[in-house]
């Protein structure tokens, strides 16, 4: 079992930036792929981005590209987002999420259901 645990979100003005963090505890993070979604209110949970468990791999939504970064610090079991230039509409909740069995170079998707566990959340608000 591994427990994750978001934080860093916050309200921010248009523009601004803020790094999310997500820790992780139980199992080694670094054998696990890790991935984060939003979900706005009233929309689905939306795939942002993912990184393979060696961080050599990285996959971004066309919408945050050049924009957000995914990285990761094994050895300190913790995985970051860093977003620049936030939108209003990156308002949501911001989850982590992790896979295992995969290769270091692998990367489980944007499919919520291609990961195995899931953080509680952190919220972000962009106000213009």
């Known amino acids: 079992q591994v427990r994750l645990v978001e934080s860093g979100g916050g309200l921010v003005q248009a523009g601004s930036s803020l790094r999310l963090t997500c820790a992780a505890s139980?199992?080694?993070?670094?054998?696990?792929?890790m991935g984060w979604f939003r979900q706005a209110p009233g929309k689905e949970r939306e795939f942002v981005s993912a990184?393979?468990?060696?961080?050599?791999?990285?996959y971004y939504t066309d919408s945050v590209k050049g924009r957000f970064a995914i990285s990761r610090d094994n050895a300190k079991n913790t995985g970051y987002l860093q977003m620049n230039s936030l939108k209003p509409e990156d308002t949501a909740v911001y989850y982590c999420s992790i896979r295992g069995g995969m290769r270091w170079y692998e990367l489980p998707g944007d499919r919520a259901n291609n990961y195995d566990y899931w953080g509680q959340g952190t919220q972000v608000t962009v106000s213009s």
């Open positions: 139980g199992r080694s993070f670094s054998t696990y792929a």
């Open positions: 990184i393979s468990w060696s961080g050599g791999s990285t």
